[in-house]
T-cell receptor
């Protein structure tokens, strides 16, 4: 069965600084990878996903992530964050050819300070 | 109007009471899911349904039951609520994978905050 580890539960940064949120996964088969964002008092929404092809994936709001199969990682990056990026970010994995269920990491709370 | 709606948005109840959380969607998706979110634990899958006649247990189904009344409606019941079921509950929907591709982007409702005293 697949699993996801988000290495940082909280990440505080200053506005306009770069940020990286780390995600590692474990699976015995090939996977699809996702990042979801949850703004305060809202449901989750998809930020970006990797299904196949280019390992660098671009998402909404200037975020991007890189799939690294050898390191089983899918880290999320943004070169310059805004106050409005303050939210909780969840990495998720789904096994190719499996039951098409998502397994979520425990989340990383990003706080952008002025 | 929101594509995925949940009612109620907040509920406080007592131990032993039966509770139903409802989810409706206007996206026309066949697949629906129920998750619970606990601080520091992320989202965990309770039940999922790939169509009206297909109901499956997720990771943490004990103490819960579901009903898929129609393509657009998926309800979660707590037969006898207990305090450790206090959590934020999310409903989600998704489209089936297209031929040769797999998307499984999930669309989430706003959540129901349930407190069991």
């Amino acid at each position: 069965a697949q699993s996801v580890t988000q290495l940082d539960s909280q990440v505080p940064v200053f506005e306009e600084a770069p940020v990286e949120l780390r995600c590692n996964y474990s699976s015995s088969v090939s996977v699809y990878l996702f990042w979801y964002v949850q703004y305060p008092n809202q449901g989750l929404q998809l930020l970006l996903k990797y299904l196949s092809g280019s390992t660098l994936v671009k998402g909404i709001n200037g975020f991007e992530a890189e799939f690294n199969k050898s390191q089983t990682s899918f880290h999320l990056r943004k070169p310059s964050v805004h106050i409005s990026d303050t939210a909780e970010y969840f990495c998720a994995v789904s096994e190719q050819g499996g039951s098409e269920k998502l397994v979520f990491g425990k989340g990383t709370k990003l706080t952008v300070n002025p | 109007d929101a594509d995925v709606t949940q009612t109620p948005r907040n509920r406080i109840t007592k131990t032993g009471k039966r509770i139903m959380l409802e989810c409706s969607q206007t996206k026309g998706h066949d697949r629906m899911y129920w998750y619970r979110q606990d601080p520091g634990l992320g989202l965990r899958l309770i039940y999922y349904s790939f169509d009206v006649k297909d109901i499956n247990k997720g990771e943490i189904s004990d103490g819960y039951s579901v009903s898929r009344q129609a393509q657009a409606k998926f309800s979660l019941s707590l037969e006898s609520a207990i305090p450790n079921q206090t959590a934020l509950y999310f409903c989600a929907t998704s489209e089936p994978g297209l031929a040769g591709k797999y998307t499984d982007t999930q669309y989430f409702g706003p959540g129901t905050r349930l407190t069991v005293l």
